[in-house]
């Protein structure tokens, strides 16, 4: 990995540098554009609307209108904000780390020690483990202000960015208002039915199926060409019940005779092929097609 980013995170007198290295990276297939004809690639240009010339990205500058004036900024006016200069993560609070709503979570970073001694790192690790908190700092990074939540994972400090208050969205449904009313039973058999999915949550056993099968389609075109059988290389797609259910319990019984039934056969996932949704009696797999558990069998 390559750090992205120096600094130091400052909490009353205590400095402790650090490195920030992204803590993700994407893993989707690349792809780009081409043109349906004749195959030819895609390319975006930047260019200028005045001089109609291509103009290199080293030679671009921002700029804001207000309706009347153009305030062009250059790349050496960003850099002399002092937020842009100041190369500290402050801690502005220590805060139970129950209070971080994951709604604001935005990227998260590795901080590694930048010194010869990493006390002060493994003191601060230590504090935030044993009182159960999260630090919420402030720092600007990539022409931006940002506030983040720091914590630990696995004996490392992780800097996660938060969205600002008003980036997130207030969800006002209309069809949540004066809710319909709940019988106990309808409770109880869904209870039932979530006890029939139940289990540790671990990341490695699921895949990203939608890429698996990009994957799958491009080597298929490569050793067959144009002409895939898509049922030869996916197989044929399975017929689901289908059609909306009107009968809630009607569903919720059906979903936990399923998630029964598929217990013990070789999936991976508990309850494999149920539905927990009161508006379809299709089986639907469990994680969806982005994000299926992997099978144990």
């Not at 297939?29 to 349906?36: G, I």
């Not at 895949?207 to 990009?214: G, H, K, N, S």
């Amino acid at each position: 990995m390559r750090a992205i980013w120096k600094g130091a995170i400052t909490f009353g007198l205590v400095n402790v540098p650090v490195k920030v290295y992204s803590a993700t990276e994407d893993h989707d297939v690349p792809l780009h554009q081409v043109h349906d004809a004749d195959g030819g690639r895609i390319r975006y240009q930047r260019r200028c609307e005045v001089c109609g010339k291509v103009v290199p990205f080293e030679h671009i500058d921002k700029a804001f209108e207000n309706g009347e004036q153009t305030v062009v900024l250059t790349k050496d006016d960003i850099a002399s904000l002092p937020a842009e200069r100041d190369r500290e993560i402050e801690v502005v609070e220590f805060v139970p780390s129950d209070q971080i709503d994951v709604l604001l979570l935005d990227k998260s970073y590795y901080l590694e020690p930048d010194s010869s001694s990493p006390k002060a790192y493994v003191l601060l690790r230590r504090t935030l483990e044993e009182t159960d908190r999260t630090a919420v700092v402030r720092f600007a990074l990539r022409q931006r202000t940002r506030l983040a939540a720091l914590r630990v994972r696995d004996d490392v400090l992780v800097l996660q960015t938060l969205l600002w208050a008003d980036e997130v969205r207030e969800a006002a449904f209309p069809a949540l208002d004066g809710s319909p009313k709940v019988s106990d039973k309808e409770m109880a058999m869904s209870a039932q039915l979530v006890a029939g999915f139940e289990s540790d949550f671990t990341p490695s056993d699921f895949d990203d199926d939608y890429q698996v099968q990009l994957r799958k389609l491009i080597d298929a075109k490569i050793e067959q060409g144009d002409a895939v059988d898509t049922a030869a290389t996916f197989g044929e797609e399975p017929e689901g019940e289908g059609g909306e259910v009107v009968d809630l319990m009607d569903a919720l019984r059906r979903s936990v005779e399923k998630s029964r039934g598929g217990a013990g056969k070789g999936s991976g996932a508990k309850g494999s092929g149920s539905s927990g949704s009161s508006a379809k009696g299709g089986a639907k797999k469990s994680g969806g097609s982005r994000a299926k558990k992997k099978s144990t069998a």
